[in-house]
């Protein structure tokens, strides 16, 4: 997989930014490779299911690719030409993907990165991370993004989100690390019931094992996280990416320097932020209050 140019530093450096603009790319090349996979999977004679575990990932992966709603992981091409005897077919199918529905052209090489990482760490300090939105709080943001999205194309993004967010379900032995700060949750974006709902998404969330959602208080004499938010991301071959993302593009960071430098403040942040049970305990009370 190719990350574009290396990035150099965070501020005025080059890096992997994608154009500006929101408009997802043509599907074609999904829809094109999940009939592949589909046609091989029947030639082999194997049920969705019987595929899903040959090749180690969940059912609802396999539906995804195949209905060209999803980017494969990045060695599900690998493990399906195996499984399926498809004389490399499936592989070299899989060099022409340029898209996944819904998502920025810019955000692609993160969120495919996402989808085997062994952890990730976000930090957000402006609005909930798209991976723990309840379906009103992405519905208000949306309708409050200017120039204004048409109702289609707010649909279309609502279910590219949703199904990104089945990564916390479906990658159980993923470690999902979230710092937010307290005045997300206080905003009532979208109104008392759009919060209501957000607080018991992410309560709801907060007791699966595999994720750990912290409270960053509001007032706080110490604070690591002043230049702002940022995400940090483990592959299987334990190497480290970050990634920035502005209002029109998205940057990633493959500076070992940088990288350091990320971690350290993610290490810090998550000592001066509450901890998960005083995080959950306070999303409570504030669920109480609206």
Not at 125 to 147: E, K, V
């Amino acid at each position: 997989m190719s990350f574009g140019t290396t990035a150099q530093g965070i501020s005025g450096s080059s890096g992997s930014r994608g154009r500006a603009g929101f408009e997802p790319e043509p599907q074609y090349s999904l829809k094109m490779f999940g009939e592949v996979v589909k046609t091989f999977r029947k030639r082999a004679r194997l049920t969705q299911e019987q595929l899903a575990l040959r090749v180690r990932y969940s059912v609802e992966t396999i539906a995804s690719i195949e209905q060209g709603r999803r980017l494969p992981p990045p060695d599900f091409a690998e493990r399906a030409d195996s499984v399926l005897d498809a004389f490399g077919v499936i592989e070299a199918a899989a060099k022409h993907l340029t898209r996944q529905k819904g998502l920025a052209k810019w955000f692609h090489q993160w969120a495919n990165l996402e989808l085997s990482a062994l952890s990730l760490y976000t930090y957000e300090s402006r609005m909930i991370p798209g991976l723990l939105q309840s379906p009103g709080y992405t519905r208000a943001l949306f309708a409050n993004r200017l120039p204004p999205l048409s109702d289609e194309q707010i649909e279309v993004r609502l279910a590219a989100r949703q199904e990104r967010q089945q990564l916390l379900r479906n990658r159980p032995n993923t470690a999902f690390s979230f710092i937010l700060e307290e005045h997300l949750l206080l905003r009532n974006l979208g109104g008392d019931e759009v919060t209501r709902e957000l607080l018991d998404h992410i309560i709801d969330l907060s007791e699966l094992r595999n994720v750990t959602i912290q409270i960053m208080p509001l007032v706080r004499r110490r604070h690591s996280g002043m230049d702002g938010p940022m995400q940090l991301l483990e592959t299987p071959q334990h190497q480290w990416y970050g990634y920035l993302e502005g209002q029109m593009y998205g940057q990633l960071i493959t500076d070992p320097k940088v990288i350091s430098a990320f971690q350290m403040r993610c290490a810090s942040m998550r000592s001066q932020a509450r901890t998960s049970e005083d995080s959950r305990s306070l999303m409570q009370r504030m669920r109480g209050a609206t």
